[in-house]
């Protein structure tokens, strides 16, 4: 499938999507959260919770004991280490790795080491698939990646196809990314490695997923989507969508 939506389209996508309901800026964190995001094993990664805002996050996804998570490019496994203790022994999480991005990956590669439930795997980036049908699938910036040249490119519609295949009937899909201009489309995904939220809304939904809502815990309006995100006057900070969505619950 080749993604052409004209300019003027995004635009009216974009005002459209403005008025959705989103979800709390803070939302109700479970104790079984709040709990993994205390735990001491993630000393580490604490300096960077106000801003990750990971409990958040981790909480809108609906994820819980139990479950299993699939997520997508876990770099150093900031999210990882916070899904591994909602989920505990009975529960699962796989740490998806595309081919392009192994020479990126040494610290997902020793997360199964660290955290006894998790499971690394390794795959095609046009071959994403689970040993078994999950809860929840979670990326955060990595989607605007796949469209670009070192990933095949790899055409949105296949992994999204492949994430509506890999969850339950009813399991939901976490894409975080960074914002660009309304209405830019793909025109972004590899100078500045933003992307056009209502384009991806609408990819998505192409797959058969139903958008449940957004939480803009990361959203920054003094960010104008003009500059990479590594930049330093932005690096870390950039404004970024959060959109869930969900596999509907009588889908095969």
Do not use: C
Not at 113 to 136: H, I, M
Not at 157 to 180: E, R, S
Not at 224 to 230: G, M, N, Q, R, Y
């Amino acid at each position: 499938m080749k993604w052409t939506l004209s300019a003027a389209g995004l635009v009216v996508a974009a005002a459209v999507l403005s008025t959705a309901v989103a979800g709390p800026k803070e939302p109700k964190i479970p104790a079984y959260v709040s709990k993994a995001v205390a735990d001491p094993a993630r000393a580490g990664d604490t300096k960077d919770d106000a801003r990750r805002k990971g409990g958040a996050l981790v909480a809108f996804s609906e994820v819980k004991p139990g479950d299993r998570v699939l997520e997508l490019v876990p770099g150093g496994g900031y999210f990882t280490r916070i899904f591994s203790k909602v989920v505990g022994p009975k529960g699962q999480v796989y740490a998806a790795i595309p081919a392009p991005m192994e020479k990126y990956s040494d610290e997902t590669k020793a997360l199964p080491k660290e955290l006894g439930n998790v499971t690394l795997l390794q795959q095609a980036a046009d071959a994403l698939s689970a040993p078994q049908p999950v809860d929840v699938v979670f990326t955060a910036q990595n989607y605007h990646d796949y469209p670009n040249k070192f990933m095949g490119p790899t055409d949105p519609a296949v992994l999204n196809k492949a994430v509506f295949a890999a969850l339950k009937p009813g399991g939901t899909y976490i894409v975080i990314d960074h914002v660009a201009e309304a209405g830019s489309g793909l025109r972004d995904t590899d100078t500045l490695h933003r992307i056009d939220p209502a384009l991806v809304k609408q990819q998505v939904e192409a797959a058969g997923f139903e958008y449940v809502g957004e939480l803009d815990a990361l959203r920054n309006p003094k960010d104008d989507h003009t500059l990479t995100v590594f930049d330093k006057s932005i690096r870390g900070f950039t404004d970024q969508f959060v959109y869930k969505f969900r596999k509907p619950r009588d889908a095969k």
